[in-house]
Nanobody, 118 residues
Framework: QVQLVESGGGLVQAGDSLRLSCAAS????????MGWFRQAPGKEREYVGG????????YYADSVKGRFTISRDNAKNTVFLQMNTLKPEDTAVYYC???????????WGQGTQVTVSS
């Protein structure tokens, strides 16, 4: 199975930038896509965006489009979430996820806290 290791979370001020990283290891040959989700206190987990592994096509939620960018390092099986112009509303636990063999995200990282102060 695929294992995911995240890094890059932290505390920043509104307007700042932050980049999250997620490295995949294991049976990465069967990985179809990698993505990012977030969950704020009292809210459902929200889809942030993803990248299709075969052709690097990206998807973004409307709430982050234009501010967040997903990219990948194919050789290292690593995906990045570049977050710019951060807002307090972006405060959440951010999760990296991978879809193995199907389009369903079924492997998850441990989550990393992103806190944006005003």
């Amino acid at each position: 199975q695929v294992q995911l290791v995240e890094s890059g979370g932290g505390l920043v001020q509104a307007g700042d930038s932050l980049r999250l990283s997620c490295a995949a290891s294991g049976r990465t040959f069967s990985m179809r896509r990698m993505g990012w989700f977030r969950q704020a206190p009292g809210k459902e987990r929200e889809y942030v965006g993803g990248i299709r592994w075969n052709d690097a096509l990206t998807y973004y939620a409307d709430s982050v489009k234009g501010r967040f960018t997903i990219s990948r390092d194919n050789a290292k099986n690593t995906v990045f979430l570049q977050m710019n112009t951060l807002k307090p509303e972006d405060t959440a636990v951010y999760y990296c996820a991978a879809a193995i063999q199907t389009s369903t995200y079924d492997v998850w990282g441990q989550g990393t806290q992103v806190t944006v102060s005003s």
